[in-house]
């Protein structure tokens, strides 16, 4: 009976979130607490289905049949809730199995965030829905709202239903909203309403004990009645299926707005011990949104709002903003925040403001930021500015900045508003500077909009959807990665490599290597020489030297034959007298690299999300700024640039202050490749450091000055 | 009668803010416009004076003599609200001179914000203001409110009086709002009245022809009733006075948040137009706000959050921040966002983490975050741990992350919580996840708590009330600059000079220099190699040559007389054939600086502030970065010194990744001496350039490399 929309396909969590039989293992007669409300609240929202009470105290609970234990109910049932002692909730969950009951939510505490014991019975939970095929979400979860399907299977009050405060209904796309945290879930579900924004489900994932947050996203994903989804999360699970359903996501347009919390040590600390969940490294999160286009906030209401915009309005086509304001002060500050957000304000054309002029008083200004001035809400001039800007190609949207506190009146008349809203020109934000009166709210819903009471939000919201309608989710691969040949696997296995075995690592990995020769003599030194020019770069090579400047083993400008003689012999003594127990490879010799900009391109392995590469501008200022960017492995080109022009620094690259532009194209193709060659060996490479590598100009490609490729038994570190 | 309060000194605004009489002219019978409303407002408010309504269509107005010009009131008139149309304007407010009103508002628009004659219109008032000594604020003003003394001298519908909303009042320390915007002035006053915030005036500036915003910001320092001061600016037109206040602001210890406006190119061509303001030169302004420990802020929702805390809170004594939740999400969160604040959120004490897990369940944790979970809420843990964590010397201040929407029940009890927050212990912050609810608010008022709705304001509240309890305005002046000698100052006045001549001058103000001397000839120059060491630097010096690099005229690295000789000719030959006709100093010799950290060292003249001392890294990345810091002119070491630490890259001269520590004592000394030469001379000096200067390890000081001083006569433009 609640049935998936029509669009959807069949999936099998349809009968989780929209069940035709909810048994309730520990109801209550009590309606305060928590058992008792999760009856009370299914009720009050009109649950269309079959209720059973669970619990041998009762015959009868409210009107409806008790049962002494779910065997008793001898009815098909698609879900099951149990709020008991966390002792008690392993036996309820096995008779539930038992009695075939298709989903449970574990809404009890005290089990992996306790730890010890009431860990280990988590651990139990986990395997019984694996083993019976139940699924289970849980336990310290607070259950779903599903609010077409009028489930209301969670204690949360904000699900309560106020017969004096109606619902207000503002937009026909509907948000999604996944949570780790009931209590923020239902937070942003219950602000989310409060502006008017229609949803499709509210879930919260507690602590994951088999259903995920990645799995719940999946659904939200390929559900046709969710529009856009809000994802709050301390940290994912199963990567997995997460990363899966993010490429869905990206595919099928339909964007993610998330708020990942447990950046900071001590949030991350606290994330670790509150749902056992792994908060993991921010960064590498930040990558694989990024990635798939993930719209990332940090704020309940920041997201909401950008929610609002995306639900309300279509996607802008420009990031040219008209900014109208009834107050001269409010336009300012309306223009400083678009511009802080990256828009742009265009002064609008001389016919348009002339149009404008006529609508407005003679102290107004049309020119953009348009103030109308509070008289012109009077005479209609705010509904015409409006209307001409909408019909109008010179902006792309419009950003309201009013004043909506007034209780019995609005500047707009809803029956204009609304066919102008219908239309989906462009995005049509509303803010007030004054606090919103709910008559106003009330109102501009009728003509679909939602009022913002943050021109900051509303100018991010802004900007998040421009960002949004210019993504593109990149190609997977549109650059080949060698596959390697055996014989240079087997270092890798052996556990350590030194320059030269890496950069010959690299090499047959298609990553462009500077000519250098390893010598192991005079002779060879001299056949070296020979074949390069000077000045020459010369450095020891041992795998037990990983740090060859620490016993002074790199000799830079070496400008003659006589010179090298000496520097070779030297650099061999240098390391046997330093480090008598290495095993030394020999010397490379190879010419000066010519200058460029310096890089430092990386791998190494995140726990959550494996291979991650990273890219850098070198030097000792930069590391100062931490100017760096990730992206899960393996990049292709297209997405090697984009990483490199979301580089603070990239100025510097495309030719700063007269230099030369760098030949972005070449560092492109290694940062790819070196991204494919960490993914396809992710068994065996831990870490990829190339540092420096030198960018030269246009044509003339790059120089891997130094490379190290770190396996796996050498025992790095997954997080730098 | 509306007297100030005893511990204000007299001030000529007190009968402004506070008059026994006003005049409305213009006054008329309908109450839905504007000026209906004056008097509607003014009355409903409760206004204790006399009321004189002006115009000459009505015998009364609402059961009150109306007057048909203030010539026929024949009564002392404290201040006259204008509102009729601006051809009039004029003639009233002579009229008004005429009968000796102390002050007028002017609400009508229409003079320098339409440009032309309507600007000249606004001349002319201010004209009259200063021959007739009568006191003018606007045009273009919304007036101001007093709410001690219950004065609505306002059209803001912000004001109105809702009988059905009763007035909410946390605080007994009140704020006072400056804005030259009235809709975004009453706007903020409106939102701080939401969340129970009690006020001393809201006053709108306009366009300033007389009164301006620094003077009414004066009145606010002063006011004894106003403990918190919050400013939305486009643009200051009176910076003496601003400053002025503001300093007295810092001195007596009221805190000042500010919100400015017009701060993009956009923005402040509105600012421009709109209210014929000069939106100024950003770094400027922040500049002067830094120095006098001003809270900036971009949002009105997080400056009135900064003022609840400031006016609920006392300010911490340090960062340590107590998270308590009753989610393990929220938890998380708040955690992330004070650390991302730059706040210490540390794990308790073992003892304080016993004490509070006997008041909250197994599931929850006491570690800090303090997750007491729902459960304790209706125990009492909530109210308890609170209470410890006051107690405790382990925190400096307490954040709250909870749920208060509901509309009938709260978390604590208002007899236990109001003894705990009167104490003023250290700072309790409210913050709820959830939309806070009316019932919450009003309870929690009763205690004087304050419901904040968004975490991040929650989050910067505290990190600014830590700032504003660190902040000390710097000594004025803790480091002498020499007077200059009249022979120096001659060829500032001349127009141009040379570097030697710019060093010159930095030297005699006190700035050191490095040896070196100009030489004019083979003979000089033999004199100075020989009291200098190799290797050189050597510079063409002339001031028509003020880009030496470009025709090649410095020269680096001379390592021997002969070469030194050769380089002498070849400096002065390639000048005479580049720049025929430009008059030769000579070239400068001295040794080449030992290295050093690159800094960059300047002074300009701001439009609005005058002159401004800048310090920034050196190099091409740091350009990228834009990482300078900007203080008005002059400042002491101590002052410098907090300049350099505002770096973000002042690591680098704290010695990072081991290298060794900048001789910053030496730095800071300079950059005091060239701010002070500049403020000395501000009426010769546009710009100083010491770039770059080279800062040497511990005791080893400075050297400038380059030094460029540009005069007036030059053409200097005054913002960068």
């Given amino acids: 009976m609640n049935a998936p929309t029509a669009t959807s396909p069949a999936h099998a969590l349809d009968t989780f979130f929209a069940p035709s039989s909810i048994a309730i293992i520990g109801a209550s007669r009590d309606a305060l607490k928590i058992p008792g409300l999760l009856l009370t609240f299914l009720r009050r929202n009109g649950f269309p289905g079959w209720i059973y009470p669970v619990n041998p105290n009762y015959p009868n609970i409210d009107g409806l049949a008790c049962y002494a234990s779910v065997a008793d109910i001898k009815q098909p049932i698609d879900l099951a809730i149990i709020i008991i002692p966390a002792r008690a909730v392993l036996d309820a969950l096995k008779d539930c199995a038992a009695a075939g009951v298709k989903h449970a939510i574990i809404i009890s505490s005290g089990f992996a965030e306790e730890g010890g014991d009431s860990a280990a019975m988590q651990d139990a939970i986990a395997d019984l829905a694996r ?76 602590n994951e004990a088999d259903l995920g947050a990645g799995e719940f996203f999946d659904y939200m994903v390929q559900d046709a009645a969710t529009d856009v989804i809000l994802l709050f999360l301390e940290g994912i699970r199963d990567p997995e299926t997460f990363v899966a359903a993010a490429r869905r996501a990206a595919e099928v347009g339909k964007p993610v707005i998330i708020v990942k919390v447990g950046r900071s040590s001590v949030g991350g600390r606290a994330a670790a011990s509150h749902t056992a969940s792994m908060a993991g490294w921010s960064a590498a999160y930040d990558a694989v949104f990024a990635k798939y286009g993930f719209i990332v906030s940090d704020d309940l209401d920041e997201a909401v709002a950008i929610a609002a915009v995306l639900t309300t309005s279509p996607l802008p086509k420009g990031d040219r903003v008209a900014v109208v304001t009834v107050s001269g002060g409010g336009g300012i500050w309306g223009a400083d925040v678009a511009v802080a957000q990256g828009l742009d304000v265009p002064e609008l054309s001389a016919p348009l403001q002339e149009a404008i002029r006529a609508l407005i008083p003679s102290y107004g200004s049309p020119r953009n930021p348009i103030d109308i001035t509070a008289q012109a809400v009077h005479s209609g001039g705010l509904q015409k500015t409006v209307d001409l800007l909408s019909q109008s190609e010179e902006v792309d949207s419009i950003l309201l900045v009013l004043s909506l506190s007034n209780e019995t009146r609005i500047s707009f008349k809803i029956e204009e508003l609304k066919p102008l809203l219908d239309a989906q020109r462009k995005p049509v934000v509303f803010y007030t500077y004054t606090v919103p009166s709910q008559f106003a709210r009330t109102e501009l819903a009728k003509a679909g909009a939602v009022v913002l009471s943050s021109l900051l939000h509303a100018g991010v919201a802004l900007s998040r959807a421009i960002d949004r309608a210019r993504f593109r989710i990149a ?215 190339l540092n420096p590598v030198l960018v030269h100009p246009k044509g003339e490609g790059t120089t891997v000055v130094d490379a190290l490729v770190v396996p796996f038994a050498n025992g790095s570190s997954n997080v730098p």
Avoid: W
């Avoid at 405060?165 to 879930?185: C, D, N, Y």
């Avoid at 270092?491 to 298609?510: C, M, N, T, V």
């Avoid at 010519?594 to 930069?622: H, N, R, S, Y």
């Fill in 475 to 689: 190609a997977l691969l549109d650059c080949d990665a060698k596959p390697l040949p055996s014989d240079l696997l087997a270092p890798l296995k052996k556990g350590r490599l030194s320059e030269y075995d890496s950069k010959r690592l690299l090499a047959a990995a298609g990553v462009p290597m500077p000519q250098e020769c390893l010598v192991r003599s005079r002779d060879e030194l001299r056949d070296a020489v020979i074949r390069s020019s000077f000045p020459l770069a010369m450095k020891i090579q041992s795998v037990d030297i990983p740090h060859k400047s620490d016993i002074g083993g790199v000799r830079l400008g070496i400008a003659s034959g006589q010179e090298a003689d000496r520097t070779y012999d030297d650099l061999i003594a240098r390391a046997k007298q330093q480090r008598p127990d290495a095993t030394l490879q020999g010397v490379l010799v190879g010419t000066m690299a010519k200058p460029g900009v310096e890089i430092i391109i990386g791998t190494l392995q995140d726990a959550t999300f494996g291979p991650m590469v990273m890219v850098g501008l070198g030097g000792i200022t930069t590391e100062l700024f931490r100017d760096v960017v990730y992206r899960p492995a393996p990049v292709g080109v297209g997405e090697a640039a984009a990483m490199l022009d979301g580089l603070k620094a990239a100025p510097l690259l495309h030719g700063f202050r007269g230099s030369a532009e760098a030949d972005m194209e070449a560092l492109a193709v290694l940062v790819a490749r070196v991204s494919q060659l960490a993914a396809r060996h992710r068994d065996l490479i831990a870490e990829i450091e």
């Fill in 131 to 206: 083993k019976s095929g139940m699924r289970v979400s849980g336990p310290n979860a607070e259950g779903f709202y599903n609010e077409l399907g009028q489930v209301a299977a969670t204690f949360s009050p904000t699900v309560d239903v106020k017969p004096d405060a109606p619902r207000l209904l503002a937009t026909r796309r509907r948000i999604g909203i996944v949570a780790q945290s009931g209590g923020i879930g239902f937070a942003i579900y219950n602000r989310a309403r409060t502006l008017g924004l229609a949803l499709s489900y509210v879930v919260s994932a507690g």
